[in-house]
């Protein structure tokens, strides 16, 4: 995919943020977690309010290709990626490298000496490809269940 674009998240984006974000991990982080982990991570009923503020809250990017929305991540001032996320359809087409290669540009621009993610089981591969490393597993309770997820670390 040769044509993905990345611009600041638009609070327009929110509902098909949400639904890519329920999509995926519905469909791709299901191979690794239980169906009830699942509807915890990604319950159907959605509150859009707190969505919307936590989308707000800090630098969120959008990965557009052909105008739609293919993916997102965002990136805190301590070097914290919450959420990086690629639609189901998009999965192997670099949206997710392409947001990675965005966020380092801007840690770069905020001069941060690292990025730190707690990253699942299903999105770990990824982070190690980029450089992460794993410096301890967590079991993390969500909603009644606990999911097994990593912090990674890399060092810029």
Not at 103 to 115: F, G, V, Y
């Amino acid at each position: 995919m040769n044509s993905i674009r990345i611009r600041p998240y638009d609070p327009a984006d929110l509902t098909a943020v949400v639904e890519l974000f329920n999509g995926s991990v519905r469909k791709i982080a299901s191979r690794d977690y239980s169906p009830a982990q699942i509807e915890a991570w990604a319950p159907v009923a959605v509150n859009l309010v707190q969505w919307s503020e936590r989308l707000e809250r800090k630098p969120t990017f959008i990965a557009e290709h052909m105008n739609r929305i293919a993916g997102f991540s965002d990136l805190g001032p301590t070097g914290h990626i919450d959420m990086l996320f690629v639609h189901c359809e998009h999965q192997g087409r670099g949206v997710a490298k392409s947001l990675m290669d965005h966020i380092l540009l801007k840690a770069h621009e905020q001069k941060l000496s690292s990025l730190c993610t707690d990253a699942s089981i299903t999105a770990k591969p990824f982070f190690e490809r980029s450089g992460f490393k794993v410096a301890w597993e967590q079991d993390v309770e969500l909603r009644g269940q606990i999911f097994r997820n990593y912090r990674m670390i890399r060092v810029l």
